[in-house]
């Protein structure tokens, strides 16, 4: 299932007029252009989006989840580790806190207007609030987040996971993020080396590229995401 909506995103990505492709050279990640986690467990679906935030420091996080009870809160953070195959969620380790705030500080209390200060790297919730799912189960949120980035060893959110919590904070759902960089259409063949095999249409669509169009990144992004959702939702 993970393995087929990852395909899906990325046919979605290469399919549209700016072309992504998941970054699988942990060297090249101050190119990561956006990043994603896709977030299964406990009948609870959907996605988190990471894109910088034009002019400004740390990314926009956006988040759109199913399979939630309505009302309920939902924390969520960044983890330390990455979710093994099996999709065990507890093995994702603690909250990344590069700076040690958590301990530093001996009584944790996020405080938004500092938090490189005041809050774990991976504590998103606390500067964005909890989840809370609408009547049809479906929470979404989109936020900056000052901190988090794709290049900076501390701050840096590839590499890590994404834990949604249920309120007694055990381990909902789960996902590792994934960086994603434009594809260079000048280095064809290289960057078709690195990624997967695509059909004939998704190739001949590469004619009218235009990677400078950040407007179009997002377009390919949305249809990334609408993808993702019909896919869950099948
Ligand atoms: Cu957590």
Redesign the pocket.
Known sequence: MFKNIVALVFAAATASASLYVRDTDSSSASKVAQAMAVIAGNGVSGNFTFVPIPGQAGLEVGINLSGLKQGTQY???I?VSLVPANGNCTATGG?LDTYGVKTANGTYNCDKTKPLATCEI?DLAGIAGNLVANANGQATMTFNNPVITFGDNKTTVLGHSI?V?NPD?S?LACGNIVGYVLKDPSSKSESESKSEPKSKSESDSESDTDTQSSGASSVAMSAALALVAAAIAF
């Open positions: 924390p969520f953070h983890h909250h991976g834990v919590h904070n381990r």
